[in-house]
């Protein structure tokens, strides 16, 4: 069966095949086509809102169990390395999953697949503490991974699908602002609950099921039929996007760096670790506060060139960053902008995605960008863990800059390459 395709009608737009009956059929027909067009507009708009609530209120419990997990096995008196490795899961569930999610949307909808995915995560959640053994621990963490991956994945699909070009910068914008804000308060949670018990596993069961009340005003669709036929190609994406595949692995090595060895890079640059600590709220701020006006001038401006300004943005700071550790109060100011831009490279990436594909496609680009995540997820912290190693602290920063530099030559080259292909 032939993939699907997002057919967009504007409010009040009139079908140039509808037999013409005078000028009172003709402004009967206008005032249903614009109640049509109203109507379409509103249940976009409420979709929106509610998916992104969904996703907002999910973000709570990913940023409140993603450290409390971790804190247990530390009072458990599991390793470090142990630790580390469960933490990485999630990233090694999404290399694995996102192949099979386009499938899923094919079968059962967008919604439905939202809902399911909380569902099962929120099992998986509360079967956590039931289990003293590491063994268990990681393999539900790999099958959080999997509703993890199918949240996101079908959130932004469906996000991309139902968002006007004009205003899609912003909207994505919206989205990742809300979702920085949430996951950002998450952690202060722990101080209120503590870790002993099964408490905290409950609290964070209550805010996934919380995630999928908006979901109930969200109206199914984005033009993808059940049963249709979608298939994953990360190769075809590779190949009709390499530039957003290169952003969107960017951004996720950067990313896991700054969640895993920001903090370590702060302490080994004479900080205290609460003030090191500190550096990722700076980070956090920076990126819920500057996301919107990234959006608003991806929809005003080039948004490829507005990708590549933020990611040679984001190398300076990186190459800034150790003065700015130590250097109040301009440095946090820095930090602050250099935060905020570096979350810039995934808004704009994303946006971009919605220019470029569309039904079927956009399934299977938002898939592969979870191969893409995931990918980073891994391979960033333990490539700039070993440059720390090599040279003790600033290997945190030569990592991530490289990084940044190799991905503007290799879009300098590709792009052109595609363009003329």
Known sequence: MTPTTISIVSPGSIDPHRPHGGAHARTAGQRRGRRRGGTLLNERQRTLTAVIACIAVYGLTLGFSTPLLSLILESRGVGRTWIGLNAVMPSL??????????????????????????????????????FDHLG????????????????????????????????????????????YLTAAVGPALIALTGTAGYTPFLIAGAFILLAGVPLRWATDGGGFDTGSEIRFSLRGFLAAAPVLALAVGLFALIDFVLAALLPVYGVRNGLTPGAAALLLTVVALGRIVLQLPIGWIADRSDRVRTLYTCIAVTGIGMLALPWAVTAPPWGPAVIFVWGGVAGGIYTVALTLVGDRFHGAGLVVANAAIGVIWGIGGILGPAATGVAM?????????????????????????????????
């Open 136 to 179: 268990a621990w990681f393999a539900i963490r790999l099958l959080m991974g999997m509703t993890l991956g199918g949240l996101f994945v079908a959130a932004e699909t469906w996000i991309n699908a139902i968002t006007a070009d004009a205003v899609r910068g912003r909207v994505i914008a919206t989205y990742n602002s809300v979702f």
């Open 389 to 421: 190693d090599v040279w003790d602290p600033h290997g945190f920063v030569l990592v991530p800059a490289l990084a940044c530099a190799a991905t503007l030559v290799a879009a300098g080259r590709l792009e052109p390459a595609r363009r003329t292909g």
């Open 93 to 130: 569930s999404l290399v694995l999953f996102s192949p099979y999610i386009p499938r899923l949307v094919a079968a059962f909808g967008l919604r439905r697949l939202l809902v399911a995915c909380l569902g099962i995560d929120l099992v998986l959640l509360l079967a956590l503490p039931l």
